[in-house]
């Protein structure tokens, strides 16, 4: 399976396993059967429960599908129902989280990348017959990129990487929190990233030289900076910084 490294934005260079294409295509037939499924489901409904002609009721039945994979992007980190199961999702190219523009703009280009609506204009004269290779710009796109970009993908700065592959997230500023951990301290985010960086150095040359008292001049040294007071041991204090720094960074 293909890597690359992104930089993350921390001053460390993290890898990141590209989703192969089967994984995609697979993930993209299960949202496009759950969307059949709705088109299905809410045709046979609407036959049933209403009478008379009310357009209007279908336009509205007929929003929530074309706003799906935008909608699953945003409220589900980067996944739809199918790239989830399939273990894969959206980030950008330093590694974080889009933002909204970005999946928008992902979402916008859907219309380039799957063009499903040339068919129907070649077959009503409104288009040439030639216009049918444009069916395969987003397939083309993703074989041939380096990175299996689709032109939405390119276009916003985003990847799709495969979540199920181990990568080196320890050699970075991140921590694992705990599913109820509580920070205390909002001030880190003052700090800049080349600064959680050096912080984290600080932890694992203390816990492994046992240098409590550089631990206790940083600790002081940060705490005049961010005005904050605690009477948590150096070392603590400086690891609950590290952790509040993850939690407030992934909010």
């Not at 994984?23 to 759950?34: N, P």
């Not at 894969?88 to 909204?100: A, E, F, N, R």
């Not at 600080?202 to 206790?216: E, F, G, P, Q, W």
Request: aromatic share 12%; charged share 20%.
């Amino acid at each position: 399976m293909p890597l690359v490294k992104l930089d993350t934005g921390f001053n460390i260079e993290v890898e990141f396993a590209i989703t192969p294409f089967h994984k995609r295509f697979l993930a993209w037939m299960i949202d496009f059967v759950i969307l059949i499924a709705y088109y299905l489901f809410m045709s046979k409904l609407l036959n049933v429960a209403m009478s008379g002609e009310r357009e209007w009721i279908y336009v509205l039945a007929g929003l929530p599908p074309l706003f799906y994979h935008l909608i699953c992007e945003i409220t589900m980190n980067g996944q739809t129902v199918g790239k989830k199961a399939m273990s894969i999702k959206v980030i950008t190219l330093d590694g974080g989280q889009p933002s909204l523009s970005q999946y928008l703009i992902r979402w916008v280009f859907r219309l380039a990348d799957f063009p499903v609506w040339i068919m129907p204009s070649i077959a009503f004269g409104a288009l040439p017959w030639w216009c049918a290779i444009f069916l395969f710009g987003g397939l083309a796109s993703v074989i041939s990129t380096p990175h299996t970009q689709r032109i939405g993908d390119l276009i916003a700065g985003t990847i799709i990487i495969d979540t199920r592959t181990h990568t080196s997230w320890e050699d970075t500023v991140f921590t694992e929190l705990e599913n109820d951990y509580r920070p205390r301290f909002p001030q880190v985010m003052q700090l800049t990233d080349k600064d959680i960086n050096t912080l984290k150095s600080i932890i694992n040359t203390v816990a492994k030289k046992r240098d409590y008292d550089l631990s206790m001049r940083i600790g002081e040294r940060i705490k005049s900076k961010l005005r904050i007071e605690s009477d948590q041991d150096s070392l603590d204090f400086l690891e609950t910084l590290l952790k509040d720094y993850n939690y407030y960074s992934t909010q």
